[in-house]
């Protein structure tokens, strides 16, 4: 039997679009905060990465929180639509904040500054509105295949708008004068931008009641019914059923290690300047990653669709991703620049499956929780996309400032010592391949898809 249909190609789009708003706050501050911090505002790297692992952990803690709260919510919006919307315009005025750090302060108070604006913008407004954005995926369909092409979309906005931020905003900043004032433009620049993206998203799509989620989905002993009531339970349920579920903990720790693998790949632009010796190389390796990626997200859906799921692509090109990472390691010590960006967009492409159908996983996941338990916690198991983004973002930037600070970098300088050279080659170039060695590991073990099935055959043979 055909499965329905829930969304119009434009409710696709509309959706999509919604991570413009989210890159806009999420590349400009992994590719630039810390060079930003560093370099124009005279802070050190060690202590501005302790002070980011330590806001990354009280923003761990609100995840779970904000996704139950999402899941509690009833208006006329629906559920995570209102999330979404208003906590963008508390995203706009941080990320403003946090790139307009007054000179007049004193060394301690510039430290205070950011370490409050970044913590606002990342354990309150962000939390909020990316829980929101990703939990939509179950909440406006129940199609697998419009699941699939929602992330796919969703990461082509993402990757797009990463790219076009890596390539232009080092010149941004220039041609509007450099230094601080030049930083703070850009920033209020790119949250307008992100709020008029976000709102256009979050207008686009309608969620299904919970009547039409329950529809044709049993819950074990429920008849049915359990999406048609309203979620009874405390913060801790929530938490003891995401722990029992074996592949939300996998797919959290997938996420965790992708985000180290992208902070430390943001490291790039120190790469690129003090190796490379040429900043504006920056956008070139951007477009050798983030063009594949796109490409390799457009082909998702089918691959997904002619290999019967998720488990099998995923897999296979996250081995080849790994593959070609340590081709990118031997390119960066052979001083092969071509070398290096052709293996930078094979290895794009090898993990391209994974960011486009990560959603629709995630959304399988629920649905395990939902078979096994009767529980529909859609907005708290989507809490492992914001939790993963935080802890794995901290980790992997507070893990770059204080190699940086422990290898003798110093803002600035023409010519960076020998130790710190060495770390600069550790960081770009080792860790995103021993990264993606651990994902395809993990990926492995997630086979959430077959047992589902499995549930469900079960199920069946009984009635």
Not at 370 to 396: A, E, H, N, P, Q
Request: proline share 2%; charged share 10%; net charge positive.
């Amino acid at each position: 039997m055909k499965e329905r249909t829930y969304l119009k190609w434009y409710n696709k789009v509309g959706y999509g679009s919604g991570d413009v708003a989210g890159n806009v706050v999420y590349a400009l501050l992994s590719s630039f905060v810390m060079i930003y911090l560093t370099d124009t505002v005279g802070l050190n790297a060690g202590i501005v990465g302790t002070l980011m692992m330590f806001s990354k952990l009280f923003d761990g803690v609100t995840d779970i929180f904000f996704g139950s709260m999402i899941d509690k919510t009833h208006t006329r919006m629906g559920k995570a639509r209102p999330w979404m919307f208003w906590g963008y315009f508390g995203c706009a005025a941080t990320l403003i904040g946090i790139f307009a750090i007054p000179a007049s302060l004193g060394e301690g108070a510039k430290y205070a500054w950011f370490f409050i604006a970044y913590t606002l913008l990342n354990a309150v407004f962000y939390t909020a509105n990316n829980i929101a954005y990703s939990a939509l995926t179950a909440l406006i369909t129940k199609n697998g295949g419009e699941r699939v092409q929602m992330g796919s979309i969703r990461f082509m906005f993402a990757f797009g708008t990463s790219l076009l931020i890596q390539t232009v905003t080092v010149d941004f900043v220039k041609s509007l004068g450099g230094g601080a004032a030049g930083w703070r433009t850009v920033a209020i620049i790119y949250a307008v931008i992100g709020l008029v993206v976000n709102s256009l998203s979050t207008l686009s799509v309608r969620e299904l009641s919970p009547k039409e989620l329950a529809e044709g989905t049993d819950g074990p002993g429920e008849g049915g019914t359990a999406d048609s009531k309203k979620e009874k339970y405390s913060l801790g349920d929530a938490a003891r059923l995401l722990a029992a579920n074996k592949f939300y903990i996998i797919i959290c720790c997938v996420y965790i290690l992708t985000q180290i693998y992208t902070a430390t790949l943001n490291m790039g632009i120190y790469f690129m300047t003090y190796i490379l010796g040429n900043a504006s190389l920056l956008g070139v390796f951007s477009m050798a990653i983030n063009i594949p990626m796109i490409l390799g997200l457009v082909m998702t859906p089918i691959l997904v669709k002619k290999m019967n799921g998720m488990y099998t692509i995923n897999l296979t090109g996250y081995l080849l991703a790994t593959i070609a990472r340590g081709l990118v390691v031997a390119g960066g010590y052979l001083g092969n620049i071509p070398m290096m960006l052709v293996f930078s967009g094979i290895a794009a492409i090898g993990m391209s499956p994974l960011q486009g159908d990560l959603n629709a996983l995630i959304a399988s996941c629920s649905e395990y929780t939902f078979l096994t338990k009767g529980k529909r916690i859609d907005g708290t198991m989507y809490s492992c996309t914001s939790l993963g983004v935080k802890i794995g973002g901290g980790i992997g930037t507070a893990l770059a400032g204080w190699m940086l600070a422990a290898s003798g970098y110093v803002a600035n300088m023409p010519t960076q010592a020998d130790s710190c050279i060495n770390m600069l080659y550790f960081m770009y170039l080792w860790i995103p391949m021993l990264i993606n060695l651990l994902i395809a590991f993990l990926l492995s073990k997630l086979k959430v898809e077959q047992a589902n099935a499995a549930i469900e055959a079960k199920r069946q043979a009984v009635l």
